[in-house]
């Protein structure tokens, strides 16, 4: 059986692809119920290591963040949610939560298609 030989070109395009797939991931969840969300962050753990020293290392951490901070805002949301009179402030926290994610998704998408790390003094 012959060596699969692998170029840094080629590392590189896997991880761009890679990349595109969890941002895909994190775009749809609102369809699946969350369930590609815990699928992207379980591969964005996974894969994070495959990163280091390309722009990619970034935009992992940007995803990773992203659903952390996500989930933290999501479970306040629940708690005002279960205080009766604080519904409406839950639906408003869990409105801006869902206009938040689509700007960290929409951001880091656009500058993975452009190229650029989402930290500007990162440097590789």
């Known amino acids: ?7 840094d070109r080629d590392r590189l395009a896997s991880l761009r692809k890679l990349t595109h797939i969890l941002y895909a ?9 969350g369930i590609t969300a815990l699928i992207a ?4 753990y996974v894969k994070r290591d495959d990163t280091q020293g390309t722009l990619y290392a ?13 989930v933290a805002w999501a479970i306040l949301g629940g708690v005002l949610f279960a205080t009766v009179f604080l519904i409406p402030l839950a639906f408003a926290v869990w409105g801006v939560l869902s206009l938040w994610m689509l700007y ?10 452009d190229g650029k790390p989402m930290y500007p ?3 590789f």
């Open 1 to 7: 059986m012959a060596d699969v030989i692998t170029t």
């Open 25 to 33: 991931l994190y775009a749809i969840f609102w369809l699946t119920g």
């Open 41 to 44: 962050i379980v591969v964005g």
């Open 58 to 70: 970034s935009h992992f951490a940007w995803q990773i963040r992203s659903f952390w901070w996500s």
């Open 104 to 113: 960290r998704i929409v951001k880091g998408w656009l500058y993975l298609n």
């Open 121 to 123: 003094d990162q440097r």
